[in-house]
Structures are given as structure tokens and as C-alpha cells.
């Protein structure tokens, strides 16, 4: 069993930065691919980026790619989000999401195993 707290949301104007952040806990995360989904009012849960157990594999989906980068510290058992260049439409919850499994997973349907959210929220 695996628990999952994130942190790090808050308010921010347009083209500022946030860091999002993951801490595990219950058991270790190292053989875990890991992702963070975010869902906006009105919207479908969408998953954004994903990382493999070991960090060398990514994914974005268009709407972020560029702009946010995903990293893991396995030490640590931390999930890492840096979110640059931010835009309005990029309000929403965010979470975390884990599935015992080596690889990269980008389905959201998936993952095991969820965080309770963090808000991010972008002013114009």
C-alpha cells in the first residue's frame, strides 16, 4: 500500500513558475511508474506527464510539452512537477499518480494508486 501527498499548488499570474511536488510513503516507489493528472471544473481528469521507474522515460501531452517538466528523486521517494510559463488554462487540481509496474504508463485508467489533489490556479 502506498500513500501519496502533494504539495507545492497555490495562486500564480500568467508566465510564472510552480513546483509540484509527491511525497510517497507505505512502501518504496523506485519500481513504480509514476504520473501527475490534473482536472479542471467542468473537464475529464487528464494525464499530463509520466515517468518510468527509473526516470529515463517521459511523456507530456501536447498541451504541456514545453512549458513542464517531470523528474522523480527515488531516494527520496518524491515526484517532482515544475511548471513553467504558465496560462490560465492550466487551473485545475493536480495529482499524482503511481502503478506498481517498471515502465511507462499513459493511461490514466491505469494507475493504482492517487493523491487527494493540490490546486493550482493562473490569473490573467
Known amino acids: 500500500q502506498v500513500q501519496l501527498v502533494e504539495s507545492g499548488g497555490g495562486l500564480a499570474q500568467a508566465g510564472g513558475s510552480l513546483r509540484l511536488s509527491c511525497a510517497a510513503s507505505g512502501r518504496t516507489i523506485s519500481n513504480d511508474a509514476m504520473g501527475w493528472l490534473r482536472q479542471a471544473p467542468g473537464k475529464e481528469r487528464e494525464l499530463i506527464a509520466a515517468i518510468s521507474w527509473g526516470g529515463g522515460a517521459t511523456y507530456y501531452a501536447d498541451s504541456v510539452k514545453g512549458r513542464f517538466t517531470i523528474s522523480r528523486d527515488n531516494a527520496k521517494a518524491t515526484l517532482y512537477l515544475q511548471m513553467n510559463s504558465l496560462k490560465p488554462e492550466d487551473t485545475a487540481v493536480y495529482y499524482c499518480?503511481?502503478?506498481?509496474?517498471?515502465?511507462?504508463?499513459?493511461?490514466?485508467?491505469?494507475?493504482?494508486?492517487w493523491g487527494q489533489g493540490t490546486q493550482v490556479t493562473v490569473s490573467s
Open positions: 499518480a503511481a502503478e506498481r509496474t517498471f515502465g511507462l504508463v499513459t493511461n490514466k485508467d491505469n494507475y493504482d494508486y
